[in-house]
Nanobody, 124 residues
Framework: QVQLVEFGGGLVQAGGSLRLSCAAS????????MGWFRQAPGKEREFVAA????????NYADSVKGRFTISRDNAKNTVSLQMSSLKPEDTAVYYC?????????????????WGQGTQVTVSS
């Protein structure tokens, strides 16, 4: 079992940047595929990005490709999401999640462990 805590949310103007981090504890971090999801008010939780155990293979939602970068540090048990060129439509609660599966899943179900979420608000 792994516990996840997100950091780094806040308020930023459109066009700005923000870096989210997620700290893991309680289990071997490198055993998990890590993902970031987000949920805006009244909308379903949606996939943002995922990174494989090796830190090399990644996957992004089309809406963030080229603007967001996911990375991980297995020595520090952290996964990060660098967000640039932010848009008002990026406003949401962002969640870090861990999966013991084999693929970079883009739906929430394969991710068994979730953080509490951190709010990102992008003003226009």
């Amino acid at each position: 079992q792994v516990q996840l805590v997100e950091f780094g949310g806040g308020l930023v103007q459109a066009g700005g940047s923000l870096r989210l981090s997620c700290a893991a504890s309680g289990s071997t971090f490198s055993h998990y595929i890590m993902g970031w999801f987000r949920q805006a008010p009244g909308k379903e939780r949606e996939f943002v990005a995922a990174i494989h155990r090796n830190g090399v293979s990644t996957n992004y939602a089309d809406s963030v490709k080229g603007r967001f970068t996911i990375s991980r540090d297995n020595a520090k048990n952290t996964v990060s999401l660098q967000m640039s060129s932010l848009k008002p439509e990026d406003t949401a609660v962002y969640y870090c999640a861990a999966s013991s599966g084999l693929v970079l899943a883009t739906t929430p179900l394969p991710y068994a462990y979730w953080g509490q979420g951190t709010q990102v608000t992008v003003s226009s």
